[in-house]
């Protein structure tokens, strides 16, 4: 495959420093853009560019033309997203005419799979089982669950990393719960099992890389701090028949139980890059399975993969909530730092400036620093008229 020009976005994310790094690697010529001015990819080695633009969620006209302008001058061949910038920027594809090709299916079916809700319609009419969800979009739907509250789990229809997800509430908490039509949310079935993810790459339905991996260290109850590779039949299974079923073209990811049986049920759906990406190392396999299809990867790293520093941080907060002290030492000693590589290492001092930003906006916009990571690339939904609604913790 000849070099070409790839613009990766969400230049924040630890998955969008390695899949940029693995482009960089297979020879391509990478950029990479944010909102942000110091974001963890911009302190890389293996990027020939990087550009801020505003916010696609909180000024889309401004970054819209920003971008367009990056792609023509940089003359761009593919756009990566890696994380819910995808939707705004699918949805840009789809009212323009650019020359770029955006790596990611049609909005229409991003939108299907990001709503909880529908992506479980989707995948129960493919024939394949889902845990029992209802649609929630005002207080009289919740009603019926007020005496059964502790056989289910509630959460926003769009949200992530486990944000305001509440499992086997009391009805004292079930009673503060006021789903909308515009923010419905989901009563899902409670299942008992180990919670598993799988991260792949498919084009036209044919899946083209597929990672497995469980988490050792979690930020509260969301996103993986620290997580190991683990491979169950189930699960590739799963991802083959939803992948052919839907024809994806992209990058997508799952959160999946896997019960005592053996068999999996979906419980939600994120189309974006995942932590999943940092078992792959062979970059030349990766890159053409990603922009162009022509081959495929196998995940090949054995070893946990984390950040040492949110290892540190999240690992020491979680202790006897979420993991217990040899699960700590456990991922503190042997999960390989995916910032800290020979040639392109992103030290202390540089993930200290990307965090203090993030830092900074939390404070100026009064939200946690978990919701400050991502407020302004959220998409909840295509009636964006809650912006102004998502703040708070």
Request: proline share 6%.
């Amino acid at each position: 495959m000849r070099q070409k020009n790839v613009l990766v976005t969400a230049a924040r994310a630890p998955v969008a420093v390695h899949v940029s790094r693995m482009l960089h690697t297979a020879n391509h010529r990478v950029f990479l853009c944010d909102h942000l001015k110091r974001p963890l990819g911009a302190m890389s080695k293996c990027q020939n560019g990087y550009l801020k633009i505003p916010s696609l969620r909180l000024a889309p006209d401004r970054a819209a033309q920003d971008l367009l302008k990056f792609i023509k001058i940089h003359e761009i061949e593919y756009v990566v997203p890696t994380c819910e910038e995808i939707f705004y920027l699918a949805k840009l594809w789809s009212e323009n005419d650019i020359p770029a090709q955006l790596v990611a299916p049609p909005i229409t079916l991003l939108e299907t799979v990001h709503n909880k809700f529908r992506f479980m319609q989707l995948t129960k009419k493919m024939g394949l089982p889902v845990p029992a969800t209802n649609l929630l979009r005002s207080k009289a739907d919740v009603e019926p669950f007020r005496y059964a509250s502790k056989k289910f789990v509630f959460k926003p229809v769009w949200s992530r990393f486990a944000s305001n997800v509440l499992i086997n509430p009391s009805r004292e908490q079930l009673d503060r719960l006021i789903p909308t039509r515009q923010m419905p949310w989901v009563a899902q079935e409670f299942l008992l099992g180990d919670e598993v993810c799988a991260y792949a790459i498919a084009r036209e339905g044919k899946l083209l890389a597929l990672s497995q991996y469980r988490g050792l260290i979690r930020a509260g109850l969301g996103a993986s701090i620290c997580f190991e590779p683990i491979t169950i039949p189930a699960v590739t299974k799963f991802v083959e028949a939803f992948v052919e079923g839907t024809k994806w073209t992209g990058q997508i990811s799952f959160d999946l139980m896997l019960r005592g049986d053996g068999t999996v049920l979906p419980l939600e759906c994120n189309p974006r890059t995942t932590s999943g990406v940092h078992f792959f190392d062979d970059a030349t396999n990766f890159s053409q399975a990603l922009l162009s299809g022509q081959s495929t990867a196998v995940p090949s790293v054995n070893l946990p993969q984390g950040v040492r520093l949110a290892i540190l941080a999240y690992g020491l907060l979680g202790l006897g909530k979420q993991h217990n002290l040899r699960t700590f030492w456990y991922a503190l000693i042997n999960g390989q730092d995916i910032l800290k590589i020979e040639n392109d290492p992103i030290g202390f001092m540089g993930q200290i400036k990307s965090i203090w930003e993030v830092v900074c906006i939390a404070h100026r916009e009064k939200l946690s620093l978990q919701k400050a990571s991502t407020y302004d690339l959220e998409w909840d939904g295509p009636d964006q008229s809650n912006i102004s609604k998502c703040r708070g913790p």
